[in-house]
């Protein structure tokens, strides 16, 4: 077996470490043969040369994306504006990667993993883990961003047989003609799902009567609903910082009724007693400046989570995995106070952790509650 890990480098210079630590984590915990094939059209070349030079990075040339060049007719209109900045993101990261995953198959893997800079596996030995998952009809391993309201294959990371793309010849994203059919409203209904990067595969696997085995997040420890995930306590994925790095921002991350504290409570119990066209009439006069709020402290809290990953990621990861105690110390953080290219400085307080003996001894073993058979992508089915 080979392996070929499909990866977009996109990376600003002050995250030059969680750069290293990613390809670390990946030589490290990696058991088959394998070859990163990189992306790297976007890259500054001091990294660029840093791949060229690492001896299991294959730099693949790439036809360059054209900004605005995948929006669908429902999309163009807001090219223009933030959100559709963001909107273009998705099919830029995924014409990438469609490129790269031919080029695998070309050499000749058996079998394709994705991963984002930001994402890497952490448990030794993760490659051949997720081989056996699968079966001929269970195709894919995938990491899960949310079971409820984003149930799909996430790129962050995935894993797949060569025979599955062969035959079925999956997309990342949706096409026009995809998203108006009738088994996209199966699909839709079956699988709530965002639609970004990787949805193509889940719908694909839907429309087949395959199946795929399911990443669910297991953090024991971590202070965001999102940001500084472990999927199947295999897959970190810190979130976003491709975003961040060309944007210099997060969009909204979690909706309000996701979301810890008054406000997340507010909304929950809004979407009982509040009546739906009500609520829709609240949420238009009120929804720009929460969302202007909960962005600001959002990027707070992914400088947090970045810091503390970047400050010592051996003790930051066994504190995700096992939910050990934390205990605040004075000094800052290496890196905490640092200016983005915005012009905006973030600053983090230091954290330490603080290990019990049975937490030591829970690093390494999986998280409580995943699911140890694969999963249907048709709930129910």
Known sequence: MKLGIAVVYMVSERNERLLDLHLRQIEKNTTLPYTIYA???????????KLEAHRKVKVCPCESYVAGSGLLSHE??????????????????SWYLEQLIRQAISDGVTHIAVLHVDSF???????????AKLSDRCV???TVRDEKTDYKPLTAGILFPRE?????HPRLLLTEKELNSADYQRYRQACPHCGDSGVGYGFRIFVEGLTWHPLFRSNGGGEHALFGAVHGDMIFHLMTAAVVDQQNVIDCT???SQRRGLLGATARLSTVLIPAKLRRTIRSRISGSIREWYRSKDRQEWERERAMLLDDPERYLAYLRTGAALQRRSRRIEGAQEQTSGGEAFDATSTSIVFSASARRAVGHKGAGQDEGSAQSQRGG
């Open 39 to 49: 992306a790297v059209n976007r890259l500054l070349p001091q990294f660029r040369e």
């Open 254 to 256: 979690v909706r309000p």
């Open 164 to 168: 599955f793309y062969l035959k079925y």
């Open 121 to 131: 596996p952490i448990q030794h030995g993760w490659d051949r883990e997720l081989i």
């Open 76 to 93: 163009r209109g807001q090219a223009g504006m933030k959100g559709g900045v963001h909107q273009d993101c998705k099919y830029e990261h």
């Open 140 to 142: 894919l391993a995938g």
